[in-house]
């Protein structure tokens, strides 16, 4: 039995005291895992990421019920300060570079958690995972394209040396090619650096493909989990959203009906 | 000719002060986004810091100055510990209206204690400090500010550049949300541009001391003038403060010299208002890398 690094019991989160986002979500991760979290747009993923970061905060929500457990320790409701130097670092949806920094400062940014310690062989590392960076340290990031600038925001997540990394649709927007790029990288760092990962997409295919786990989320609740290849054999999950009609052919597109079949969860 | 040159180098000097005072703007603006309407005041406290240090405690030069810079810096760490932090998440107005209570507190304060008397420091620069430019004599305190207004420039553009501290702060000025995710320690970089702030502006007030004598309304009032330095540079650049400073500087001397003194003060904003005509953000305004 691994142990579990996070623990989320049952957790309702509020934003500015009225609007309820989540409702009762749990789920547990276990250290080295690649859990990934699926679900259509407001299903309430993000706010289950920043709830552990401590995101929620600046944008005037919060945990109102359940706990956050991460390695034993009650996380919720903390500032993002002190949970990011518990090594649980998220990395935002829609990559937030610093525009006006360039490649390599971006990256010492992610120093931030540990100041004042030597942090060039994290550079060395990061530039290992992502060759292309390495061409382009001085380059402001307002200029890269959006391929590199999700490498930047991962590889500066990685510069803060999490346990838990929790990355935010890091497909968004990006070419197939590229996306199967990025997540070989993910399942890299996955394997080598031991990081344990939480995969918030909408690539439902993608994201069961390198998971251990995964969960399902619908209107704020966590509607199905299981192994990830059990998750991707379910029927429902075929048909919403991996494209497939039940016999498990790719489905043309005259047969998509969306009430063809109902969500049995709902 | 010889006026000429003397006017220059005056305008260089002044606008030089008026460039490094308009940096303390630019740096709380940069990284909180506060219009900081105090800004005239911390010129002030740092004047009336070195007379203290100077005239009451009577400290030797180096030390005095050393010992303002100190104090101020402090301030500024206090003013954001005491007065902002707890309105940290609430909107932006709040802030701004709340520096302008500063402003009144920190001049009622002084009034109270200096009241509005014009006090001069005592004569303490050699006067080998100046140099024979040709035929123009430089005096010592225009000399001892180009040279401490460099030796500051640098070192903030040294640790802006290259400390990991410095790109911290760089970072929260460019994307707040991305720097608390990396746990940047986003109270931390507030209360510490408020400290660096309110050391270049006390800077600048001890300067400004020296060149037209310390007063609580003038000093204040000198404050002010960041407003077309920065609107001229534009409001988030910092070298476009230097530039804005020393152009407002140069401006005002020669209104000054050739037109009329009275209009010393008039011309300026004249020229400022066709020039935002032309560049609406200033002359150095950062333009916002747009992804399309």
Same mark, same amino acid.
């Given at each position: 039995?691994?142990?579990k690094?996070?623990?989320?019991?049952?957790?309702?989160?509020?934003?500015?005291?009225?609007?309820?986002?989540?409702?009762?979500?749990?789920?547990?991760?276990?250290?080295?895992?690649i859990?990934?979290?699926l679900?259509?747009?407001?299903?309430g993923?993000?706010?289950?990421?920043?709830?552990?970061?401590?995101?929620?905060?600046?944008?005037?929500?919060?945990?109102?019920?359940?706990?956050?457990?991460?390695?034993?320790?009650?996380?919720?409701n903390?500032?993002?300060?002190?949970?990011?130097?518990?090594?649980?670092?998220?990395?935002?949806?829609?990559?937030?570079?610093?525009?006006?920094?360039?490649?390599?400062?971006?990256?010492?940014?992610?120093?931030?958690?540990?100041?004042?310690?030597?942090?060039?062989?994290?550079?060395d590392?990061?530039?290992?995972?992502?060759?292309?960076?390495?061409?382009?340290?001085?380059?402001?990031?307002?200029?890269?394209?959006?391929?590199?600038?999700?490498?930047?925001?991962?590889?500066?997540?990685l510069?803060?040396?999490?346990?838990?990394l929790?990355?935010?649709?890091?497909?968004?927007?990006?070419?197939?090619?590229?996306?199967?790029?990025?997540?070989d990288?993910?399942?890299?760092?996955?394997?080598?650096?031991?990081?344990?990962?939480?995969?918030?997409?909408?690539?439902?295919k993608?994201?069961?493909?390198?998971?251990?786990?995964?969960?399902?989320?619908?209107?704020?609740?966590?509607?199905?989990e299981?192994?990830?290849?059990?998750?991707?054999?379910?029927?429902?999950?075929?048909?919403?959203?991996?494209?497939?009609?039940?016999?498990?052919?790719?489905?043309?597109?005259?047969?998509?009906?969306?009430?063809?079949?109902?969500?049995?969860?709902? | 000719?010889?006026?000429?040159?003397?006017?220059?180098?005056?305008?260089?000097?002044?606008?030089?002060?008026?460039?490094?005072?308009?940096?303390?703007?630019?740096?709380?603006?940069?990284?909180?986004?506060?219009?900081?309407?105090?800004?005239?005041?911390?010129?002030?406290?740092?004047?009336?810091?070195?007379?203290?240090?100077?005239?009451?405690?009577?400290?030797?030069v180096?030390?005095?100055?050393?010992?303002?810079?100190? =104090?101020?810096?402090?301030? @500024?760490?206090?003013?954001? &510990? %005491? *007065?902002?932090? +707890?309105?940290?998440?609430?909107? /932006?107005?709040?802030?701004?209206?709340?520096?302008?209570?500063?402003?009144?507190?920190?001049?009622?304060?002084?009034?109270l204690?200096?009241?509005?008397?014009?006090?001069?420091?005592?004569?303490?620069?050699?006067?080998?400090?100046?140099?024979q430019?040709?035929?123009?004599?430089?005096?010592?305190?225009?000399?001892?500010?180009?040279?401490?207004?460099?030796?500051?420039?640098?070192?903030?553009?040294?640790?802006?550049?290259?400390?990991?501290?410095?790109?911290?702060?760089?970072?929260?000025?460019?994307?707040?949300? =991305?720097?608390?995710?990396l @746990?940047?320690?986003?109270? &931390? %970089? *507030?209360?510490? +541009?408020?400290?660096?702030?309110a /050391?270049?502006?006390?800077?600048s007030?001890?300067?400004?001391?020296?060149?037209?004598?310390?007063?609580?309304?003038?000093?204040?009032?000198?404050?002010?003038?960041?407003f077309?330095?920065?609107?001229?540079g534009?409001?988030?650049?910092?070298?476009?403060?230097?530039?804005?400073?020393?152009?407002?500087?140069?401006?005002?001397?020669?209104?000054?010299?050739?037109?009329?003194?009275?209009?010393?003060?008039?011309?300026?904003y004249?020229?400022?208002?066709?020039?935002?005509?032309?560049?609406?953000?200033?002359?150095?305004?950062?333009?916002?890398?747009e992804?399309?």
């Amino acid at each position: 039995m691994e142990q579990k690094l996070l623990q989320i019991n049952n957790i309702s989160v509020v934003y500015s005291d009225v609007i309820q986002v989540l409702k009762g979500v749990s789920l547990s991760v276990e250290k080295g895992q690649i859990v990934s979290l699926l679900g259509s747009n407001g299903a309430g993923k993000t706010t289950t990421l920043k709830a552990i970061s401590g995101l929620l905060k600046p944008e005037n929500g919060m945990v109102t019920e359940g706990a956050i457990v991460y390695k034993g320790l009650p996380m919720h409701n903390k500032s993002p300060e002190e949970i990011t130097r518990h090594g649980i670092i998220q990395v935002l949806e829609g990559r937030q570079p610093f525009k006006y920094l360039s490649i390599e400062e971006n990256l010492r940014v992610g120093t931030a958690t540990r100041a004042g310690k030597p942090y060039q062989e994290d550079l060395d590392k990061v530039y290992k995972y992502f060759p292309q960076l390495s061409n382009m340290r001085k380059k402001l990031a307002g200029y890269c394209s959006g391929g590199e600038l999700q490498m930047l925001v991962i590889g500066r997540g990685l510069m803060a040396h999490p346990e838990l990394l929790m990355l935010d649709e890091p497909s968004l927007g990006l070419a197939p090619i590229l996306v199967r790029e990025i997540f070989d990288i993910i399942r890299r760092i996955n394997e080598d650096e031991g990081t344990t990962i939480i995969l918030v997409e909408q690539n439902a295919k993608m994201a069961l493909k390198i998971a251990t786990y995964g969960y399902v989320m619908e209107n704020g609740k966590i509607v199905m989990e299981g192994p990830a290849e059990e998750v991707r054999e379910n029927p429902d999950i075929k048909e919403f959203y991996l494209g497939m009609s039940v016999s498990g052919d790719a489905k043309s597109y005259d047969e998509v009906k969306s009430y063809r079949r109902r969500k049995r969860w709902l | 000719m010889d006026f000429f040159m003397q006017l220059l180098i005056g305008g260089l000097s002044v606008g030089f002060v008026y460039g490094l005072s308009a940096m303390g703007f630019v740096m709380i603006f940069k990284s909180s986004s506060v219009l900081n309407f105090a800004h005239g005041e911390l010129l002030a406290l740092g004047g009336y810091f070195f007379l203290i240090f100077i005239t009451i405690v009577k400290l030797p030069v180096i030390l005095a100055f050393i010992f303002t810079l100190l =104090a101020c810096f402090i301030t @500024g760490i206090l003013i954001e &510990r %005491v *007065f902002l932090r +707890s309105l940290i998440g609430e909107k /932006l107005i709040f802030v701004i209206m709340l520096t302008v209570g500063l402003a009144a507190m920190f001049k009622g304060l002084l009034l109270l204690i200096f009241g509005g008397n014009l006090y001069t420091y005592p004569d303490f620069l050699p006067a080998a400090m100046g140099i024979q430019l040709g035929v123009v004599q430089v005096p010592p305190v225009y000399v001892a500010t180009f040279g401490i207004g460099i030796f500051f420039l640098v070192l903030f553009g040294l640790f802006f550049k290259f400390s990991s501290q410095g790109i911290y702060m760089r970072s929260v000025a460019d994307n707040q949300r =991305a720097s608390l995710s990396l @746990g940047v320690n986003v109270r &931390r %970089v *507030f209360a510490l +541009s408020w400290a660096i702030a309110a /050391l270049v502006a006390g800077m600048s007030g001890v300067v400004l001391g020296i060149i037209n004598g310390v007063n609580v309304h003038d000093l204040s009032a000198l404050g002010l003038k960041v407003f077309p330095v920065i609107i001229l540079g534009g409001l988030d650049s910092i070298g476009g403060a230097i530039v804005g400073g020393l152009i407002i500087g140069i401006l005002e001397t020669f209104t000054g010299g050739y037109i009329s003194p009275s209009l010393r003060d008039v011309i300026p904003y004249i020229i400022l208002v066709f020039i935002l005509l032309v560049k609406p953000y200033g002359l150095f305004g950062l333009k916002e890398i747009e992804r399309v």
